[in-house]
């Protein structure tokens, strides 16, 4: 069993830059690619990064490339997604998933297990 804990969410201005964690449970961490996924509301929950099992390869959806980074730290059991310049459209409660198949895919359904998630509001 897996367990994901997501952390760092909050309310931030318009600009401004939050970085979120994923606290992994498992020790066979490095089985899993992990990816990030977020849910608007009244929108369906969309992909927003996801990184392979070593951490040497990584994809964006476009409309968030260079101003997301997501990376990994092997040792520590966590993923982690750095996120600039802010917009209010990136407001959304964002989720942390792990694929079993150690495959980095890009929809949900590739995803075994997912945490709570942690909100995040950009508002002036």
């Known amino acids: 069993q897996v367990q994901l804990v997501e952390s760092g969410g909050g309310l931030v201005q318009p600009g401004g830059s939050l970085r979120l964690s994923c606290a992994a449970s498992?020790?066979?961490?490095?089985?899993?690619?992990m990816g990030w996924f977020r849910q608007a509301p009244g929108k369906e929950r969309e992909f927003v990064a996801t990184?392979?099992?070593?951490?040497?390869?990584?994809y964006y959806t476009d409309s968030l490339k260079g101003r997301f980074t997501i990376s990994r730290d092997n040792a520590k059991n966590t993923v982690n997604l750095q996120m600039n310049s802010l917009k209010p459209e990136d407001t959304a409660v964002y989720y942390c998933?792990?694929?079993?198949?150690?495959?980095?895919?890009?929809?949900?359904?590739?995803?075994?297990?997912w945490g709570q998630g942690t909100q995040v509001t950009v508002s002036s």
């Open positions: 990184i392979s099992r070593s951490g040497g390869n990584t």
């Open positions: 498992p020790r066979t961490f490095t089985s899993y690619a």
């Open positions: 998933a792990a694929a079993q198949s150690g495959f980095y895919g890009l929809t949900e359904y590739e995803y075994d297990y």
